[in-house]
């Protein structure tokens, strides 16, 4: 499928780059942006197994919804927004493989939206991350008010959506927002190192575990543990498990082969 206002490339096997490219307008999410990113998502290219999504451009990795299409929404409107973008981000959120926000620039509103629903965040040193609905008199309509809190506690999210501020890589990897913060031109090279370290290992695995940390989110410890042992059990049952534990013990490199 051609896509108007997204990138995809897959540099090497394995690892699909997605970047949001409407640079017009900072890669900000219109409609139809959002409505390209769910297509995507839902029809993610075969054989992937990390996608990272970046913004396109050196300026942007998403400055946020789009204000002009959003200004002459009535409350009906809105709902409707709202709705579908925290549905898109939700589908991301739920993608069975590991997604990689790597951040290159402004990261506002919907665009701090958008990483958040990623598994790992990291930033450029020239990144800026914000909540900065308030001012425009709203509130964070694409899931923030959810995992903002989820990420970095109540306290610093508060913060960050009362006052609108927008803070710099380095408060936001203080705070926990993001993992790492890099010089710009290292951030693509170190996302793709990580994505290679993940794909070294047991993709099952990986899948189970993302699987269990996301259902945590709002199971009772007695739940999400219960959920735990079964996922630790099942891999028992898989091909890879005997390729890994063998490998170990005779110190050589497992050749996973996903089964």
């Known amino acids: 499928m051609e896509y108007k206002f997204l990138k995809a490339e897959t540099p090497e096997a394995g690892i ?3 970047s949001i490219s409407h640079p017009q307008s900072l890669n900000s999410l219109s409609r139809p942006v959002l409505e390209e990113i769910n297509s995507f998502v839902l029809d993610l290219p075969e054989g992937t197994a990390v996608l990272i999504i970046r913004g396109d451009g050196p300026k942007s990795f998403v400055a946020g919804a789009d204000i002009s299409q959003m200004a002459g929404f009535d409350a009906e409107q809105g709902l409707d927004f709202g709705r579908f973008g925290a549905e898109v981000f939700r589908r991301i959120e739920e993608l069975p493989i590991p997604v990689i926000a790597a951040v290159n620039g402004f990261a506002l509103g919907g665009g701090c939206e958008l990483a958040m629903a990623c598994d790992i965040r990291i930033a450029s040193e020239k990144a800026k991350f914000g909540q900065p609905e308030v001012k425009l008199g709203i509130i964070p309509g694409f899931s923030g008010t959810y995992r903002l809190p989820k990420l970095v506690g109540q306290g610093y999210a508060k913060e960050m959506i009362y006052s609108g501020r927008v803070i710099n ?12 913060v890099l010089p710009p031109e290292e951030l693509m090279d170190y996302a793709l190192g990580l994505a290679r370290d993940i794909m070294a290992n047991a993709p099952i695995a990986v899948r189970k575990a993302k699987a269990c940390i996301n259902a945590n989110y709002d199971m009772d410890e007695t739940t999400a543990l219960a959920t735990e042992n079964r996922a630790f059990s099942e891999c028992f049952a898989t091909e890879d498990q005997k390729t890994g534990m063998k490998a170990f013990l005779e110190k050589g490199k497992p050749e996973f082969k996903n089964r």
């Open 16 to 18: 699909c780059i997605l």
């Open 169 to 180: 890589a380095a408060e936001a990897l203080r705070i926990g927002l993001v993992n790492h």
